[in-house]
């Protein structure tokens, strides 16, 4: 049988269908990139906002058309959508298949065989566990990019009270670090350049006394010649002996991606954030005494429950304060199950939501702005990802601070460190010319 997967929402989900690429095709499936041809069609889903819910349905849709002429197809809802649903719910959507939560993958090829032997049979299983599924699965990479995901922990405890994670991936399961050691072998063996940590909260992974920080040093002796990143990290995870170990070791990137949500602390105590505004500075006042140059990413949301015009300014005013590098914003949407769907007023009208979102999009366009001009008439080494999708003659690539930047093609080769000087930059992205040698 052949198989068709698409991908959507976050990192995560991009290396969990990986994962599903590699339980499928060593059970003998064919794995096809043209969804005409496939006999079973998964999508592999997220959850976490109503927006790509609405996507992905509408996608579902659109695809359910290829039963009318061919019965035969079989289409699997997969990921955190799954579990997002009650049972009764998931019975409605009588034309999909197969439905599998993020802890059952290994699953998917038995429930398949089994829809073929029982042609009228729904397979559903979105049952969570309480430990790591995948330690022994390597992932079948699909990208080209010179980058890997690779994923150490899943799953959330901290129970904001708008987040839908712990009730769609469950709580919080770490790897064994000799399975990640080992992944990280293979993925600088077929010639990845970097290597991105995933976890929902990437710096609580904790693993029979072995913490993030000893994780993370780890990888970085492993595999001395692979750039290491990690995301993404809950505020108050972040100790000053994680920062010594980035700033030990120059092949972990400077880059922090720590989400602030809210610039208010009322509206932080409402989402059972568990750090203060007062507290959020603080941890960046640390970050930025140990690790002066820096980059600090952020998610910022606008509209949640009973948000005042005075704490929309309390977040303009901390993002005036830090100046993110760059920042994902999104406006508040209600998801079933979590506690402020369950008991706060989601009384924010859309357009004020939709305002205040427009109105630190354009902050946060100015600050990136502002933090890309710093990096002008520096030399910083660019890991060349590809060549620009706006000009064929230039390179694009990244520097330890996750900034993008272009620069004329040479003989260099994707994939190889360069030495550029940062010449201009636009509101985002550097402009540079290469000197001197390859590294």
Do not use: W
């Not at 198989?3 to 060593?26: A, P, R, V």
């Not at 035969?72 to 197969?98: M, P, R, S």
């Not at 090829?109 to 566990?129: F, G, Y």
């Not at 009322?266 to 989402?271: A, D, G, Q, V, W």
């Amino acid at each position: 049988m052949k198989f068709y997967i698409e991908t959507y929402g976050c990192q995560m989900n991009i290396y969990d269908s990986e994962i599903i690429c590699s339980i499928l095709l060593k059970s003998g499936f064919i794995k096809t990139s043209t969804l005409k041809k496939a006999d079973i069609i998964l999508l592999n889903t997220c959850a976490i906002r109503e927006k790509p819910e609405k996507k992905i349905f509408n996608r579902l849709m659109k695809i359910r058309c290829l039963k009318q002429t061919n019965n035969q197809i079989k289409i699997g809802l997969v990921g955190c959508l799954a579990t997002h649903y009650n049972k009764q719910t998931l019975e409605k959507l009588n034309f999909i298949d197969l439905i599998v939560g993020p802890d059952s993958y290994k699953k998917i090829p038995k429930m398949i065989k089994n829809l073929k032997k029982e042609q009228t049979k729904k397979e559903i299983d979105v049952s969570l566990a309480n430990q790591e599924k995948y330690t022994k699965i390597i992932p079948i990479g699909v990208r080209t990019s010179i980058s890997a995901f690779l994923s150490i922990m899943r799953g959330c405890d901290n129970m904001c009270t708008f987040c839908i994670v712990p009730f769609s991936r469950g709580r919080e399961k770490s790897r064994n670090p000799n399975s990640i050691l080992k992944e990280c072998k293979i993925l600088y063996k077929k010639g990845y350049k970097e290597i991105i940590l995933l976890g929902q909260n990437v710096d609580s992974y904790f693993f029979k006394q072995i913490k993030f920080l000893n994780l993370l040093e780890l990888i970085a002796i492993t595999v001395p010649l692979m750039r290491i990143r990690f995301l993404t990290s809950y505020p108050s995870n972040i100790s000053k002996n994680l920062l010594e170990v980035v700033k030990k070791h120059s092949n972990i990137c400077k880059h922090f991606h720590i989400p602030l949500q809210s610039g208010s602390t009322r509206i932080l105590s409402l989402m059972r954030r568990k750090y203060t505004v007062e507290e959020f500075l603080l941890i960046i006042k640390m970050i930025k005494q140990i690790i002066p140059d820096c980059s600090i990413s952020s998610d910022l949301m606008t509209g949640f429950c009973t948000e005042t015009q005075e704490d929309h300014r309390e977040t303009i005013r901390i993002m005036n304060i830090i100046k993110f590098n760059f920042s994902y914003m999104f406006k508040y949407s209600s998801r079933q199950g979590t506690y402020a769907y369950r008991k706060l007023k989601d009384d924010v009208p859309n357009i004020l939501k939709l305002r205040r979102l427009n109105e630190i999009l354009m902050l946060q366009k100015s600050h990136s702005f502002y933090r890309l001009k710093e990096n002008i008439g520096k030399i910083q080494n660019v890991l060349i990802e590809g060549i620009s999708k706006k000009d064929d003659n230039y390179y694009y690539g990244r520097n330890y601070k996750n900034d993008i930047i272009v620069f004329p093609k040479t003989k260099s080769k994707i994939g190889s460190y360069n030495r550029v000087k940062i010449l201009n930059s636009t509101f985002t992205t550097l402009i540079g010319e290469r000197i001197l040698s390859e590294i």
